[in-house]
């Protein structure tokens, strides 16, 4: 069985020096490739990303990311792409890779992915500029993770984003705040691609598992969530017995 380890959420900073590292421990034991599902950093800053890559430096799984919203926060987001590319972090935030793992082709595409609601709650693009902005923000991710998951070719897909694509991982968080934390707009190209996991971060009281309108099963993985991080089995998506490490 392929194994992925997943966590969002980690906020790095430097208070939390010595903290993160523990908590990824065993993990090259327990899993296979390590995603992190978008916040990364706290208050997006450099000097967040390098703590947090110093912390990650004993995972010699792979390891691969996409950002959220708190590593846009200080403008450095492409400053903080580099430094975690730097480190041989893979960036899949609108974009694929592929790793030879076990013998299987397993693919990774991602996106940050943005607010905006869900189904037929989800916000239109009418009235005001900045409300049309809005939504047009959503719908540009929507396009990254579509370009990304189409170029992938490979035996296994796993889909990164940082908002949520489904309503049923935020049970648990305000009603109100449904549409802050994510936008079903992402679930099309997930249920018209194909893909055998999602993972997602974000919704910190939400729940930790749904699926799509396909069946495709979705994880909120954000660390007060999963406490430390989720092991996802593949090919079909469950967890293993110990989800949490």
Known sequence: MIRI?????????PEAIGALRAGFAGVNERA??????????????????????????????????????????AGQQLRIIEVLQE???????????????????????????FCGGFDRYLVAPFGEEALKEYVRAGRRETEKLETALAALDAEYKVVAVHYSP???????????????????????PIDTLGADVVLHGHAHYGSRFGRTKTGIP????????????????????????????
């Open 166 to 188: 489904i309503r049923d991982t935020l049970v648990g968080e305000a009603l109100e705040l449904y549409p802050y934390l994510g936008n079903s707009g992402l679930a099309s």
């Open 5 to 13: 380890a997943a966590v969002a959420d980690v906020h790095a900073h």
């Open 87 to 113: 480190s041989g972090i893979r960036i899949i935030d609108g974009r694929s890779v592929v790793l030879d793992i076990n013998g299987s082709s397993v693919g990774f595409a991602g996106a940050k992915g």
């Open 32 to 73: 296979d490739a390590l995603v992190l599902a978008g916040d990364l950093t706290l208050s997006g800053l450099v000097e967040e990303a390098r703590v947090l890559v110093d912390e990650l430096s004993e995972v010699t799984i792979p390891k691969l990311a996409v950002l959220g919203n708190h590593d846009w926060e």
């Open 218 to 245: 979705v994880y909120n993985v954000a660390k007060p969530i999963v406490n430390t991080y989720a092991v996802i089995g593949l090919p079909q998506g469950k967890p293993l017995a110990k989800a949490d490490a």
